[in-house]
């Protein structure tokens, strides 16, 4: 099995700097471009579909028979259910951290919304999949996250794809991203492609 790409030691030739302001006028239209292609190819780990059919309740053993503790003990944790819902497929349990290639400073995941997928596209591009609560609107996805990177010095603009409106920029110092949301739930593409100036 090979390894995944390292962020540091893999990371590609460093491009020309360049201004945000720029870089960030050259990727939207780059996104118009390629971005339909992308999200057509690469929609997501599953169509959507719903969550699995519980199997039937068994009677619980006796009140003085104490239950075994879980594989992991109090660590243990059980797949979101709003993954389930979303990628009932694919979605396994993650943690941010397993985003070798998200920025570091990116903004936090929000409380409606979970980390249920992720895969490389190559040794430079990482996309994640997201859940959200019912009903969060893709207004509201792209207005939090643009907020947040807007703090942490990066910068975001739209553009429109086949799939409708996306969320892309930039993000110091050296990634740039978009983001498409759907019904309740998203996608993240970050790509290491230059370094961006202020």
Do not use: K
Request: proline fraction near 13%; charged fraction near 20%.
């Amino acid at each position: 099995m090979s390894r995944p790409p390292h962020p540091t030691t893999d990371r590609p030739r460093s491009a020309p700097r360049q201004s945000m302001p720029a870089a960030i006028a050259s990727l939207c239209g780059l996104a118009v471009a390629l971005a339909g292609c992308a999200v057509t190819a690469s929609a997501g780990p599953s169509g959507g579909g719903v969550l699995p059919a519980t199997a039937t309740p068994t009677s619980p053993p006796p009140t003085d028979t104490p239950l075994p503790d879980p594989p992991g003990g109090d660590a243990a944790r059980e797949l979101d259910p709003r993954c389930a819902a979303q990628f009932p497929d694919t979605a396994t349990i993650l943690d941010e951290t397993d985003l070798a290639l998200r920025p570091p400073d990116w903004p936090a995941v929000p409380g409606w919304a979970v980390l249920c997928a992720t895969e490389f596209e190559n040794a430079t591009t990482q996309v994640a999949w997201y859940a959200t609560d019912p009903g969060i609107s893709r207004a509201e996805v792209y207005r939090t996250y643009e907020h947040g990177m807007l703090e942490a010095g990066g910068i975001a603009g739209r553009a429109e794809i086949a799939e409708g409106e996306i969320s892309t920029g930039v993000f110091p110092p050296d990634h740039s991203f978009w983001i498409l949301a759907t019904r309740d739930r998203y996608r993240i593409t970050w790509s290491l492609d230059g370094q961006y100036a202020d």
